[in-house]
Nanobody, 124 residues
């Protein structure tokens, strides 16, 4: 069973830092794009940062210069160190991955997976 598991969320004061991690596990053949999304109460889920297998990175404008996305392909892991956190960064952060998986012998499928989410709260 393929799954993504996020960790690293928590409560931090404005200006503080957190580092999110997401580990993909299961019958994974390859990982294409990995990304972080966030969803605040009453709002839609929006992309925060994404990194392709080729290393191309995209950020939402509001986090540029503060968040840094990276990946460790050997560990099937994507990271999101977050600095200078603001109250408006408060949200549930979700890991997303575009994967090629082997769900049954000889059957490779490209599928998108989501983690369960990790809460980030920025408050004084």
């Amino acid at each position: 069973q393929v799954q993504l598991v996020e960790s690293g969320g928590g409560l931090v004061q404005p200006g503080g830092s957190l580092r999110l991690s997401c580990v993909a596990s299961g019958s994974i053949v390859s990982i294409n794009t990995m990304a972080w999304y966030r969803q605040a109460p009453g709002k839609q889920r929006d992309m925060v940062a994404a990194i392709t297998s080729g290393g191309t990175i995209n950020y939402v404008d509001s986090v540029k210069g503060r968040f840094t996305i990276s990946r460790d392909n050997a560990k099937n892991t994507v990271y999101l160190p977050m600095n200078s956190l603001k109250p408006e960064d408060t949200a549930v952060y979700y890991c997303n991955a575009d994967l090629v998986v082997n769900l049954s012998p000889g059957q490779y499928s490209r599928m998108e997976y989501w983690g369960q989410g990790t809460q980030v709260t920025v408050s004084s």
